[in-house]
């Protein structure tokens, strides 16, 4: 687009006075300003949303900063997450309780929180949605560049796309009263097939460690677990990655599949040639998948089944950062739990950003923004 | 493309994946009927008026359950009043990235931060909107949860209109520019008009996505029964819809599945309305 250099309006020769010309402005319109009115309220405007950056990372570390003050690095690194105090036995010196006056002595543990369950949960779950969504998506946005016939391709994107439109409530509730009972049936069927074989255990007990004691408890399978929130993940993050692949696919050279054809490739070899020429694209694509799942709140918060420990096995229920947010923000008791579930949504929007930008890096490179400003 | 291979493996796992991609292509899609066709089942048999002009009332009160009509209500309000802040600062926005980019240094970060801003988890918004405007206020209300909303649709808004405003030919600035016009006249009088029904599109679409949103709304307006005020915890569709599905009474599910079907319904019908439109009112080249 030309520059056009608005700063000569002044016109000094008189108009040429003949059919069709009109002289449009007054020397009065030109020094009443309108001009500077639009461009400092558009600065202003542009300036809010550079603010609106600044303001959500500054607010959150603000508030996190009670939080990170007091467990500092540890808090990604344990799994205690306990916003209630709790009293338990001072040991003595010889290990064995101690006892004053007959009471046993006990010492109250102030709350602690520690977010490694609920970063297992968004990596496990996100990881479980893009095993499910990327083969999907890569091979229909194959089908939509190189199979589909003309008169099918917008269509079958636009339906792709409005699968994008659906509220995520909507797949909550879809995951919770309809995916998550049939899931039920299948674990108990897989329960009843292979519960008994040794080296599975994993997968339908967790260890627990009570009072010296380690159990092994059978998982309740109520199908809201890791598998159903990545499962509902998958299926959301599916017209995004499709989306971006195909505009990335489209921009692949076609002397690239014919000069695969021409050296004797099939279509599936000529196609991996497609997918390698534009791996890093596509790579950013799945990053871009990936992001959303991790931030993806409400389906997960309905599906996954609210349980905040590290547990092996996907047929368990787990938490992830943006349920664990959903769910107990409101009613967060105290400074510290505040401050903790804050340092959380920090921790998960860094994450989400650096995903975003990197990603788009990925996609787009240096330039301008091209094929992924649309999503 | 009939291509001769002689590698037998080869050429059956081409054939193989072709089927694969339509398989893929084809599993998108059963999900999409799946999930839409399941809502509108579940939502058809529990829909009735009454959803829309009853407010929902308590287990046990006469009337019982009632209906969303103050949710409704509610999501509308603050969609509109998300409207009121989010659209001029974003078409603003917009006017700014496409046409004073030049000799600027707010621009290109600007336009970054709108993309990027777009991938911020929404209940990291809602967050905000807690520690900025519900703590200060005291209470849950619904100008945080506005604001929340309004958080999420500026960068939505000021992306579409730039790049509605870069499909506008230069030769209409050129043209009005000729005739001496200033700059904010050319913008106002000849640029925004010319793309006004994209714009609007745009601006639509963005409140279709935020009158969807939850996540925002659960710790800054919360959720209320009846509408008490908009500096009191504010009803909306989603957060009532919420509310009732992972509550335990059946009744109130019911009520869910059919608030459900009303706003998938709404936001289905708004995308395929806009997108027959849009595609007749591409500003002509």
New interface residues.
């Given amino acids: 687009m030309t520059v056009i250099n608005y700063r000569s309006t002044e016109i000094e020769k008189p108009p040429i006075d003949g059919p069709g010309f009109v002289l449009v402005s007054s020397s009065s319109r030109r020094r009443f300003g309108g001009d500077a009115i639009l461009h400092n309220l558009a600065r202003l405007c542009a300036g809010i949303v550079l603010a609106m950056v600044v303001v959500l990372l500054g607010v959150l570390t603000l508030s996190a900063i009670p939080s990170v003050r007091e467990f500092g690095l540890s808090f990604l690194a344990t799994s205690e997450w306990r916003p209630n105090e709790l009293e338990v036995p001072v040991l003595g010196p010889d290990g064995k309780v101690v006892i004053e006056d007959g009471e046993t002595k006990n010492e109250t543990l102030p709350p602690k929180f520690g977010a490694l369950p609920v970063i297992y949960g968004t990596a496990v779950s996100s990881a479980i949605a893009l095993v499910l969504a990327v083969p999907l998506s890569f091979g229909a946005s194959l089908f939509l560049i190189r199979i589909a016939p003309k008169f099918l391709v917008a269509p079958v994107s636009f339906l792709i796309e409005l699968l994008a439109a659906i509220p995520s409530i909507a797949y909550g509730m879809w995951g919770l009263f309809v995916l998550a009972p049939w899931l039920q049936q299948k674990e108990q069927r897989w329960f009843d097939l292979l519960g008994h074989v040794p080296g599975l255990g994993w997968m339908f007990y967790q260890s627990l460690t009570v009072g010296g004691q380690t159990v092994q408890r059978q998982l309740p399978a109520t199908g809201r677990d890791m598998l159903c929130g990545g499962a509902i993940l998958g299926i959301m993050i599916l017209p995004i990655i499709t989306a971006i692949s195909r505009d990335v696919l489209r921009t692949v050279p076609r002397a690239q599949l014919e000069g695969a054809v021409a050296l004797g490739a099939t279509w599936w070899q000529s196609s991996k040639e497609m997918l390698k020429f534009a791996r890093s694209a596509l790579f950013g694509a799945v990053m871009l998948g990936l992001a959303r799942a991790a931030g993806e709140t409400m389906a997960v918060a309905m599906v996954i089944g609210n349980n905040n420990q590290i547990v092996p096995s996907p047929l368990a229920p787990a938490q992830t950062m943006s349920s664990l947010l959903a769910n107990e923000f409101a009613e967060a008791s105290g400074k510290l739990h505040n401050s903790a579930l804050v340092e959380v949504a920090l921790v998960l929007l860094v994450m989400s950003l650096m995903f975003n930008v990197v990603a788009r890096y990925l996609i787009v490179g240096k330039g301008g923004s091209k094929v992924a400003a649309a999503h | 493309?009939t291509?001769r291979?002689h590698?037998t493996f080869?050429?059956w796992?081409?054939?193989?994946?072709?089927a694969?991609?339509?398989?893929?292509?084809g599993?998108?899609?059963a999900?999409?009927v799946l999930?839409?066709g399941?809502?509108a089942y579940?939502g058809a048999t529990s829909i009735s008026l009454d959803l829309f002009t009853k407010p929902p009332i308590a287990n046990g009160m006469p009337g019982y359950p009632g209906g969303m009509h103050s949710a409704i209500v509610g999501t509308l309000t603050l969609i509109g009043m998300a409207g009121l802040i989010g659209v001029?600062?974003?078409i603003?926005?917009g006017?700014?990235?496409a046409?004073?980019e030049?000799g600027?240094w707010?621009?290109a970060?600007?336009?970054f931060?709108?993309?990027?801003?777009s991938?911020?988890?929404?209940?990291?918004?809602?967050?905000?909107g807690?520690?900025?405007l519900v703590v200060p206020l005291g209470r849950y209300n619904a100008y945080a949860g506005a604001s929340a909303l309004a958080?999420i649709m500026?960068?939505l808004v000021?992306?579409t209109t730039e790049?509605m405003l870069?499909l506008v030919p230069?030769s209409y600035?050129?043209a009005s520019?000729a005739?001496?016009?200033?700059?904010?006249?050319t913008?106002?009088g000849v640029v925004l008009p010319s793309v006004t029904g994209s714009i609007v599109t745009g601006v639509m679409l963005a409140l279709?996505r935020i009158a969807?949103?939850?996540?925002p709304l659960?710790?800054t307006a919360?959720g209320a029964r009846e509408i008490h005020g908009l500096r009191e915890p504010f009803p909306s569709l989603?957060v009532q819809?919420?509310t009732y599905?992972?509550g335990p009474y059946a009744e109130e599910?019911r009520l869910?599945?059919a608030g459900?079907l009303v706003?998938?319904g709404l936001?289905?019908l708004f995308?395929l309305l806009i997108?027959f439109v849009t595609r007749r009112s591409k500003p002509a080249t």
């Fill in positions: 493309m291509v291979v590698d080869a050429r796992t081409s054939h193989a994946m072709y694969m991609c339509v398989v893929a292509a599993a998108i899609i999900f999409l999930v839409s399941f809502i579940k001029p600062i974003g603003l926005t006017v700014y990235l046409e004073y030049a600027s707010l621009a970060p600007v336009r931060i709108c993309d990027v801003l991938g911020v988890p929404s209940i990291v918004v809602g967050v905000l807690y520690e900025l958080f500026v960068p000021a992306r790049e870069r230069g600035r050129e520019i005739l001496g016009a200033t700059k904010a006249r913008i106002l279709a969807g949103e939850t996540a659960l710790f919360l989603t819809i919420y599905a992972t599910k869910a599945w459900i706003l998938v936001v289905f995308n997108r």
